[in-house]
């Protein structure tokens, strides 16, 4: 009985010593347990102000510059609407264009609302960040997509094929996912993309869904203001 003990308790020692931290988030910004109340401190932190965006234009202006900005959905001119802006009247989102999280720098750093709760998390990929996910979550699952597509060199098509690498780390409903891909443009350049998320997917297609109806709304009713100037007609 000793020696059964002795080894339950081994056992328990080594499980709780190597055991990986399991993924939350990146640094404060935690899924499920941050409000946007944080925004005010991060700017205060970085000393700036939060800016608002609403249209494609300045969201590509914006984008890779130091700051804070909130994306407000565009919902008179919904073909310039900023991208990742969302229509759901419960959400909001924010991106901090560069911020330091243990020594390690994050650029594009997208925070995601859903009723006053941090969902989703996103931002550029980078070695750094790639080996800390791998150093503190340890080895994730693997995933190859290939995708089929077509390019043009000289009027002719051609045929290419576009693949993404996945590596995914899972904590209940939330998963981290490093994409690495490299895909072709209609050039048939072969051009490299990446990034790095963290969310929660249930509340992400909550979500989703949200700004989705709410979008088809704004376009129904835009629709037919434009139906009835022509009432004369």
Request: proline share 2%.
């Given at each position: 009985m000793i020696r059964l003990t002795t080894f339950i308790l081994a056992l328990l020692f080594c499980t709780a010593t190597f055991a990986q931290t399991t993924v939350e988030g990146i640094g404060k910004f935690k899924i499920?347990?941050?409000?946007?109340?944080?925004?005010?401190?991060?700017?205060?932190?970085?000393?700036?102000?939060?800016?608002?965006?609403?249209?494609y234009d300045d969201?590509?202006?914006k984008l890779n510059t130091p700051g804070v900005f909130e994306l407000v959905a565009d919902t008179v001119k919904l073909d310039k609407n900023a991208p990742s802006a969302s229509y759901c009247p419960y959400s909001r989102v924010f991106i901090i264009g560069e911020y330091t999280v243990a020594d390690i720098k994050i650029v594009n750093l997208r925070l995601e609302f859903y009723r006053d709760t941090l969902?989703?998390?996103?931002?550029?990929?980078?070695?750094?960040i790639d080996d800390a996910f791998n150093t503190k979550y340890g080895k994730p699952a693997i995933e190859k997509k290939e995708t089929k597509d077509f390019c043009y060199v000289s009027g002719e098509k051609i045929d290419v094929i576009n693949t993404d690498y996945y590596s995914r780390w899972k904590n209940g409903n939330i998963t981290a996912t490093i994409?690495?891909?490299?895909y072709h443009n209609m050039e048939c350049e072969e051009k490299s993309s990446s990034i790095v998320t963290v969310y929660n997917e249930i509340i992400s297609k909550t979500e989703g869904k949200c700004s989705d109806a709410a979008e088809d709304k704004y376009k129904a009713s835009k629709k037919a203001q434009e139906k009835s100037k022509l009432s004369g007609f």
């Open positions: 499920g347990k941050v409000t946007p109340a944080i925004m005010k401190d991060v700017a205060k932190e970085l000393g700036v102000t939060i800016s608002t965006v609403n249209n969201y590509m202006e969902y989703s998390i996103s931002c550029d990929w980078s070695k750094e994409i690495l891909g490299t």
